[in-house]
């Protein structure tokens, strides 16, 4: 596709891009298992041991044979003769006899020839070196067996497993202390535009401090990646070329921000197309803010050009980058795959009237406001391009493309801000 | 409080925690813009500049003094002299003068002179060196002023913000490029067992691996904390001593995690009370699990008495170190305010009965299914101490402590694992 065509839906652009461009499976490193927190497995993990790999005692009490135990009551207790204590973190010492038991702790070992924990409450100890026992215990009662958590051979984690802390601790407990886990995807960031400066200098009249490579980057890193800052560009074409290329070299995916000017958005369009086949496949998607957007693919890598304006490369960034970025990072969100969002959305009733065009998503970014136990979302309106505007809200309304708009106090789902 | 008392509820515990111990305003440091992220302002910001600076066309199209464009129509348009152009990134370098219009790109600078912008679809350069313009524009029309998206000596942003990506991007915009944030909360953690070995060792009969140091850490670390690991220690008085009180010295708070045997217990409350007052102020909570749980304060620092079981170390760390951090943090979360929380939350029908003990809260690790369109939580049963019933869990359901249980099909609270 070339030059400027036709905006496509949001549903219709991804799909565009889902049929021009397959992520490649990501490399793998190994991590030490604190720094593994909230990254992808890039590999099944098989426990090499059960856990526990000892019976042991889940109550204070005491070790017994269960069987004799059975009968026992408060009327009619059962007799076993006292035959030491399990101390914690060492083996058990004795073989236990019939009739015969021992003093356990919360999480001691049992000894061999016991299958069963008394708990303190239903036993006494007496003067004799006898044990009084008020309650029978079950084979197995108040016993963790070998294996309970997880087995020898069996499977902990699956391949793309996002590790929370509680895996991490998991996989401690099986003595896996590195693990495997796909690289982080880089995406690079090229920020275009004759009038921009770096946030630390002053700027001259006509020119304005950058802001995009810091919202962009922050979304980046907040969805996992890393972002790899490319500098900023002025409106020519060599030299944002040369950056486009070595960033699709280096990195998986390339966000070249820039103005929303018509020559502009050429000018990406063009050096999209300039550098390899399919090129541009999408330029303009039925979303407002976001319009004039370009997704391309390079090299078999997806290329974004996106509107200068702030808000504008931040719901860009919700609606395409985010998905790409999860898909890219071989994270598997067992949530996601029941239909329960990676982002919080809360239910608002909107505060004003908003009205829209039939056939274009506006994303509205809104404050929230809670007026007598009901959430209301009120727009933060504001000429295009302001980021205080994004600043100053709470999430992003959206109007599906089938609503006209949207009427006060009706209600809307807000997609909150991480 | 000494010994082991009556357990109380879990907001009890909460309002005694709070009645018993005020978190100090944290300290400060300034980090780098893209640092920043996720951190919280440890001061107003106010804007020393206005942004935009200078008055901003939001279209392409011609910047022109809007009274000459009143009563243009396709029928009679105006004619304007065609006096250049504006090149984006420069001082407009002309005055505009009254019958003149110049090119302007969105984002250009308007020369002095202009008060508005005409949309390029609505006018047309001949080759006359004229302008025809089809339609009138009001004064400011398609510009942006300066001060629009924020005023010199406004308040950009209130201390105790946390910084989000789009924050970043507004304050680059005004040229902060370092940020005041408060400094993270650092938590020692203590892990206490004689049974425990590092993760890395091979354990012998009777000891197993350091599970608890890894969950803790990482649960400390997604919080925005920073967990301090202090090692592994025997049941012994004097080294865990030592090593809590260079923790309360040099850390906001202390959780020490250990067996939930009585003795393990007695000895974690002992060294708590011993260190100072008011020493243990919680032993004890209704809560399943978690119930050993120890809350004191020394050198007016929270430190934590965790039992050892895994599953009850996260259900005490989403009760008690969750909130506590998110305080020390000095974050003010906004959503939180409007009853928003900070965990995602669904609801979802229980899979089976569950029985529960009123006056008792309990945290259920659940998967979630979907079954026709519903959500349906099933218990991950197991005995207590596992760490796999975890991390097989997707969140936990709340059982609210005047319940007594719930039936199959009836509608649970799940709060989601990070």
Same mark, same amino acid.
């Given at each position: 596709? !070339? ?12 799909? +565009? ?18 720094? /593994? ?37 408060? %009327? ?18 004795? !073989? !236990? ?5 021992? &003093?356990? $702790?919360? #999480? ?7 299958? &069963? ?18 309650? $029978?215990?079950? $084979?197995?009662?108040?016993?963790? %067996?070998?294996?309970?958590? +997880?087995?020898?051979?069996?499977? /902990? ?7 929370? $802390? ?5 996989? &401690? ?13 880089? =995406? ?10 770096? /946030? ?7 020119? =304005? ?10 979304? =980046?890193?907040?969805?996992?990646? +890393? ?19 070595? /960033? ?14 018509? #020559?502009?958005?050429? !000018?990406?369009?063009? +050096? ?27 090299? #078999? ?118």
């Amino acid at each position: 596709m !070339l030059g400027r065509g036709e905006a496509v839906g949001v549903g219709e652009a991804l799909s +565009i891009l889902r049929s021009s461009y397959t992520a490649p499976e990501p490399g793998r490193e190994e991590v030490s298992l604190h720094e /593994a927190l909230g990254r992808a497995l890039a590999a099944d993990i098989i426990s090499q041991t059960a856990l526990p790999e000892f019976p042991r005692s889940s109550m204070d009490g005491y070790a017994v044979f269960s069987a004799d135990t059975f009968g026992a009551s408060e %009327q009619i207790p059962a007799y076993l003769k006292l035959a030491g204590e399990i101390v914690m973190g060492e083996a058990a010492p004795v !073989l !236990l006899l019939r009739g015969q038991a021992v &003093a356990i $702790p919360t #999480g001691g070992m049992l000894p061999e020839g016991a299958d &069963a924990v008394v708990m303190l409450e239903y036993a006494q100890a007496l003067d004799t070196g006898e044990l009084e026992i008020m309650r $029978p215990v079950a $084979p197995g009662e108040n016993v963790v %067996q070998p294996g309970d958590d +997880i087995k020898a051979g069996e499977t /902990a984690f699956t391949k793309g497993h996002r590790l929370r $802390p509680q895996d991490i601790g998991a996989m &401690a407990g099986i003595g896996i202390t590195y693990a495997p886990v796909f690289k982080r995807p880089k =995406v690079a960031i090229i920020n275009t535009g004759s009038e921009i400066v770096p /946030a630390d200098k002053t700027p001259r009249p006509g020119q =304005v401090r950058d802001v995009n490579s810091y919202t962009l980057a922050g979304m =980046v890193r907040l969805a996992g990646a +890393i972002p790899v800052l490319k500098g900023i560009f002025r409106d020519e074409y060599g030299p944002i070329r040369e950056a486009a290329e070595s /960033a699709i070299s280096e990195c998986d995916a390339v966000a070249l921000t820039g103005g929303s000017s018509v #020559g502009n958005q050429d !000018l990406t369009a063009k +050096i999209i197309n300039d550098m390899g086949k399919p090129g541009v496949i999408v330029h303009g998607v039925s979303v407002k803010p976001g319009k004039p957007v370009i997704i391309g693919v390079v090299s #078999g890598k997806p290329v974004f050009g996106l509107p200068g304006h702030p808000v504008a490369v931040a719901v860009c960034f919700e609606l395409f980058l985010r998905p790409l970025i999860s898909e890219i990072s071989g994270k598997i969100d067992p949530l996601e795959a029941l239909g329960i969002p990676g982002v919080r959305v809360v239910e608002a009733r909107m505060a004003r009237n908003y009205s829209s065009v039939p056939g274009r998503e506006d994303h509205l970014g809104v404050a929230l406001r809670k007026d007598e136990g009901e959430l209301w979302a009120y727009p933060v309106l504001g000429k295009s391009g302001l980021i205080f505007t994004l600043a100053k809200a709470h999430g992003t309304a959206v109007i599906p493309a089938d609503r006209p708009g949207i009427a006060k106090g009706e209600k809307v789902m807000v997609r909150l801000f991480d």
